[in-house]
């Protein structure tokens, strides 16, 4: 009987870990990439465009 409570108690702390901890830091991380991404291709977009008036 304590060893099917443990495991439940430790699935549901699994879970837990999963959706409070994990799944928001993996989303955070993505965000923090794609800002990033954004921000790279803009300033590629700007120099190449600097780079065309100026001839």
Known sequence: MARTV?????IL???W???G???P???ATLKFLFII???A???VAVI???GKMSR
């Open 6 to 10: 443990l495991t439940v108690l430790g």
């Open 13 to 15: 702390l699994a879970l």
């Open 17 to 19: 870990l999963v959706f």
């Open 21 to 23: 901890f994990v799944i």
């Open 25 to 27: 830091a993996l989303f």
């Open 37 to 39: 991404a954004i921000i």
């Open 41 to 43: 291709f803009l300033v």
């Open 48 to 50: 190449t465009l600097v």
